[in-house]
């Protein structure tokens, strides 16, 4: 099993950043991918941006320029930091692990945008 614990959410005005972390427990392997997912009220959950354990990144296009995504295989945990803020970012932050065929999700953090 693992265990993913997010952090850093919070409400932020536009233009404004917030940095969000991801600390992974339990049964971690050195081959995985890491990454956060969103999901507004009354819309699908989508991939924001996801990391492998090599380096690899992939980004969601409405979020290219503006996100950054990285991780401490260290310490089993993944950030995304978050600038440039707006309004259609509010959303409820998942940290998700893939590794295997097993996927584990955290509770989810929330970000709120003000306009």
């Known amino acids: 099993q693992v265990q993913l614990v997010e952090s850093g959410g919070g409400l932020v005005q536009t233009g404004e950043s917030l940095r969000l972390s991801c600390a992974a427990s339990g049964n971690i392997l050195s081959r995985n991918a890491m990454g956060w997912y969103r999901q507004a009220p009354g819309k699908q959950r989508e991939l924001v941006a996801r990391?492998?354990?090599?380096?690899?990144?992939n980004y969601a296009d409405s979020v290219k320029g503006r996100f950054t995504i990285s991780r401490d295989n260290a310490r089993n945990t993944v950030y995304l930091q978050m600038n440039s803020l707006k309004p259609e970012d509010t959303a409820v932050y998942y940290c998700?692990?893939?590794?295997?065929?097993?996927?584990?999700w955290g509770e989810g953090t929330l970000v709120t945008v003000s306009s």
């Open positions: 998700n692990m893939q590794q295997y065929a097993m996927n584990y």
């Open positions: 990391i492998t354990n090599s380096g690899g990144i």
